[in-house]
């Protein structure tokens, strides 16, 4: 089936702490993935991507990582801060279009 | 600013009536996609356009159409709208169809009243 799915809807971390968001996709032949940022009031912003032929691929305080065997993608965010509050989507791309979950809203206290 | 400007931000409008949602792809970007973003359903793939012409199709009522001009900026149309049409419609752009570079507006919020 065509379905990407989010663990949590919501996560609450204290700022300077980790946080890790995770999503679950059904389409074993799915080649990329992507995980956005959508602050309120705005668009998905690109945040990192990762092809099927890697494991772990690491960005500006932010690695995401990806188990083929169950299917599983992460989203780690590094002494998350209160800027990093927003909805996280992960999305699987099918021929050029996206699928997206259903999103995970992260809260960053002070 | 990510590039891609949709018009109008918030649209108010009463259930049957008819509207339509602008998008300008950023600079250079040939493929247009529309996605609709709902509190029940999630941001969902409605169309896509490259260079003028429809590439691809997703969950697109019937009552929805699209097109993209020889400029290159794309509409979306709505007509007999109900309730359930109300949510954010966002459009997106990349230079070559493909997913590299895909870039978002920043939605038209539609309230059908």
């Known amino acids: 089936g065509e379905s990407v799915g989010l663990h949590l809807p919501t996560l609450s971390v204290q700022e300077g702490d980790n946080s890790i968001i995770n999503c679950a996709y059904s389409?074993?032949?799915?080649?990329?993935f992507i995980w956005y940022k959508q602050e309120s009031g705005k668009g998905p912003q690109f945040i990192i991507d990762?092809?099927?032929?890697?494991d772990k691929r690491q960005g500006q305080r932010v690695t995401v990582l990806l188990n083929k065997t169950v299917k599983h993608l992460s989203l780690q965010i590094a002494a998350t801060q209160p800027g990093d509050s927003a909805v996280y989507f992960c999305a699987e791309e099918k021929g050029g279009k996206l699928i997206f979950g259903q999103g995970t809203e992260l809260s960053v206290k002070p | 600013d990510s590039g891609v400007t949709q018009t109008p931000k918030h649209l108010i409008t009463a259930t049957g009536q008819r509207v339509t949602l602008r998008c300008s792809p950023r600079s250079g970007d040939l493929s247009v996609y529309w996605y609709q973003q709902s509190l029940d359903q999630g941001l969902q793939f409605l169309i896509q356009?490259?260079?003028?012409?429809?590439?691809a199709k997703g969950n697109i009522l019937e009552r929805f159409s699209a097109q993209q001009f020889p400029d290159l900026h794309s509409e979306l149309n709505l007509s007999s709208l109900e309730l359930g049409d109300s949510a954010l419609y966002f459009c997106?752009?990349?230079?070559?169809?493909?997913?590299?570079?895909?870039?978002f507006g920043s939605g038209t919020r539609l309230t059908v009243v």
């Open positions: 997106a752009s990349s230079v070559d169809g493909g997913i590299y570079g895909y870039t």
């Open positions: 356009y490259y260079n003028g012409e429809e590439r």
């Open positions: 990762i092809r099927s032929n890697m």
């Open positions: 389409n074993s032949a799915s080649d990329y």
